[in-house]
């Protein structure tokens, strides 16, 4: 039976909760986050840009949203871009637009720290040149500028939001980023057309602005809860991730401390977020990928090679919001989880899209890596490529449930194969799940009895 949990520890009414991805991205945060920011004062964005993706649907209607957080929807949430984020101010208000358009009152709730970095058109132009130049050794970034801009911060010659309210001195920074980076990258941009632009966003952003650091640790002592979505996933970590094929930020439970300024002893739970199987865009490493060619650990892009894969791919719809690229697809990697559950220690695991194995007469957990027939303690990952692709993925089998599963609503209405399914996960993880994704809606869920 799938163990109890707390509401504290599922994040319903948790004073800080951070709401992370436990896989390599596009594990369905932002249904949680959404479901969840409903009973939060403060909705958070610590790290990343608008390389993130996911979509909300209110009344009907689908928002896109990539760099806001997702609590604009509720009406009583202040929404905060923290120091730990870049932020790129067209797509800032690009995302706006539709919230405008359709009457959602956001003026007033959304707040930017003024230590957040800004990510300029330029950053975009450098990360395509930067992509190009690789070749067949490309990242396969989003192309956004994530990883430009948050270089130009680690260079010391980024710019911060705040700087927007000391315009000439900003523009004598800009002048000199957008010369530098011409310089180094051969990148034209048009100086003069940025300055006039950006003159217009700080007259427009300047009430926007605030002391983030200052202002999360008030609301924190006056006794408002925050939530926090993370950008991205613990294995596009900078650090904790199948580098170099990582993002550009921190984006495991530290980065919330880092990128919003709280200190971790008031980080309440943090909710590890688990497709019930696994995907991955673009390049780089993926031990349960299902192909048939692993071309030598370097798989074909865009397209699972066997028929398992293809329903994964179909059935998930798995297209990248921000991208548009398909998704590679596998079985769920457990220690992948593993070693998520022990760098964040989940307080509990939202796992989603089990409905989209309905129809598969058996599923397979890869429950543990070899490499030279030696097997990895749980929690071990290996730090190297070379490493990565020698692995030996060892697998249990067991039966499918064939059965639609989108009606269920709790544990116990779920047929008996996906209950062993679902608790063979907490025992190898040593974490208990709190949700369990079952269709596409936000109220789509099948919930643990909580204590």
């Known amino acids: 039976m799938l163990k109890q949990v707390t509401k504290k520890a ?11 991805g436990g896989q390599w991205g596009d594990e369905g945060k932002g249904k949680l986050a959404d479901v969840l920011a ?46 730990g984020t870049v932020i790129h101010v067209p797509s800032l ?4 637009e539709p919230l405008t358009a359709d009457g959602l009152e956001w003026e007033g709730r959304l707040l930017l720290s003024d230590r957040a970095h800004l990510l300029f058109d330029m950053h975009q132009a450098v990360d395509g040149h930067q992509e190009e130049g690789r070749g067949s050794k490309n990242i ?9 801009a948050y270089a130009t911060k680690a260079n010391r010659n980024g710019i911060r939001v705040g700087m927007l309210k000391h315009f000439d001195v900003f523009e004598t920074q800009l002048r000199e980023l957008l010369d530098y980076q011409h310089h180094l990258y051969g990148v034209d941009v048009d100086i003069e057309g940025e300055v006039d632009k950006y003159k217009k966003y700080a007259e427009i952003l300047s009430p926007w602005i605030v002391d983030g650091v200052h202002f999360i640790n008030q609301a924190y002592d006056d006794g408002k809860s925050i939530i926090a979505e993370g950008a991205n996933a613990v294995m596009l970590d900078l650090d904790y991730g199948t580098y170099p094929f990582v993002t550009s930020s921190t984006t495991s439970v530290g980065g919330m401390s880092t990128g919003l300024g709280l200190s971790p002893n008031k980080i309440e739970t943090a909710v590890g977020v688990i497709k019930a199987y696994t995907t ?8 349960t990928e299902l192909t048939d060619d692993t071309c030598g650990g370097m798989v074909p892009r865009d397209a699972p090679g066997t028929d398992i894969g293809r329903h994964l791919q179909t059935v998930g719809a798995e297209i990248g919001v921000t991208t548009g690229r398909k998704r590679r697809c596998g079985w769920l990697d457990v220690p992948v989880i593993q070693y998520g559950h022990m760098i964040n220690s989940y307080g509990s695991i939202n796992l989603t899209k089990l409905d989209v194995m309905d129809d598969l007469d058996e599923v397979k957990l890869g429950v543990a890596y070899k490499i030279n027939g030696q097997r990895l303690l749980p929690g071990q990952m290996p730090s190297t490529l070379e490493d990565l692709y020698a692995v030996e993925v060892e697998y249990e089998t067991m039966p499918g449930w064939k059965t639609d599963i989108s009606k269920c609503r709790t544990f116990e209405e779920l047929p008996s194969e996906a209950q062993h399914y679902v608790n063979r996960i907490e025992e190898l ?5 709190s949700f369990i994704g079952v269709g596409a809606g936000r109220e789509d869920m099948a919930v643990a009895q909580f204590v």
Do not use: M, Q
């Open 280 to 287: 991955r865009v673009g390049w780089g490493p993926f031990p």
């Open 93 to 96: 208000f690009e995302e706006l």
């Open 10 to 20: 599922a994040g319903i009414n948790s004073r800080v909760c951070a709401v992370l």
């Open 140 to 148: 396969g970034t989003t192309k956004k500028g994530i990883g430009p």
């Open 429 to 433: 993880v040593g974490c208990p799940v």
């Open 38 to 83: 409903k009973n939060y004062d403060i909705v958070a964005r610590f790290n990343g840009g608008n390389n993130a993706g996911h979509t909300v649907v209110v009344n009907d209607k689908k928002y896109a949203f990539h760099l806001l957080p997702c609590g604009l929807i509720y009406p009583h949430t202040t929404n905060i871009l923290g120091n």
